[in-house]
């Protein structure tokens, strides 16, 4: 029964194990993993405290037989403690709400992609049940992601029918692909590696097999792969 009992939380700490965006590769995906782990320190804090006064109340306060009969002093309010209180959360939120503040604006999706030469544009549809990317060149491939390392990616995306989200674990955070609206999402300095990307928003009866395969190789092996034929094996 012990084993069994146990067996809950040794499959909780299993899947622990890949949560794949706290360990994010690339800027922009470390930088949402720094606010994950900054609001969750400051929540620790708040936590441990939390306990250690409860603990401390529930030892100095509990009922004992001398305590039967003791009937406290009514007190009417401390002015340092309410205050302490309120101002100790309002400061926690304040430096939390900086980074995040920041961070969210700086990565929110865009209607307008900022014009910058180095960038690279790449059009993204989703629709049921497949991703198209379309690369500056008008090369256009489903279901296959290729982009260079250390470059800004600016996704261009849109859906042909539902609302879709465009999600690469290891790179960002989800973004809504909507229909009829063009918007604008950038990934920054990804490193060199395969990577899996889905829809994370439900979209069908098939949206389970909407995925589509990344990887990030060299600029020189980017501009090589665009110079090759389109005519590319297609995943269905």
Request: hydrophobic share 45%; glycine share 2%; with cysteine.
């Amino acid at each position: 029964m012990k084993k069994i009992a146990i067996l809950p939380f040794i499959m909780l700490l299993a899947g622990c194990q890949s949560i794949t965006v706290l360990d994010p590769k690339s800027s922009t995906g470390k930088e949402q993993a720094y606010l994950i782990w900054f609001s969750l320190a400051i929540m620790a804090i708040v936590l441990l405290v939390v306990f250690i006064l409860f603990t401390r109340f529930v030892i100095r306060y509990r009922y004992t037989e001398k305590k039967a009969e003791f009937i406290p002093k009514d007190v009417k309010g401390n002015l340092k403690y309410e205050l302490t209180w309120t101002i100790v959360p309002f400061l926690l939120l304040a430096v939390l709400a900086v980074p995040t503040l920041k961070i969210t604006f700086d990565q929110s999706p865009k209607t307008e992609a900022e014009a910058n030469a180095n960038d690279i544009h790449i059009n993204v549809t989703a629709e049921q049940f497949r991703w198209t990317f379309e690369h500056e060149n008008s090369k256009t491939v489903q279901n296959e992601l290729i982009i260079p390392e250390n470059k800004d990616i600016v996704f261009h995306l849109i859906s042909k029918d539902v609302i879709h989200s465009f999600w690469i674990p290891e790179l960002a955070g989800k973004v809504d692909v909507i229909p009829n609206r063009e918007l604008t999402y950038v990934i920054k300095n990804a490193e060199i590696g395969e990577y899996d990307g889905k829809c994370a928003e439900f979209c069908g009866i098939q949206h389970a097999n909407m995925t589509f395969d990344v990887k990030v190789v060299s600029l020189d092996e980017y501009n090589q792969y665009l110079k090759q034929s389109s005519n590319q094996k297609e995943a269905q």
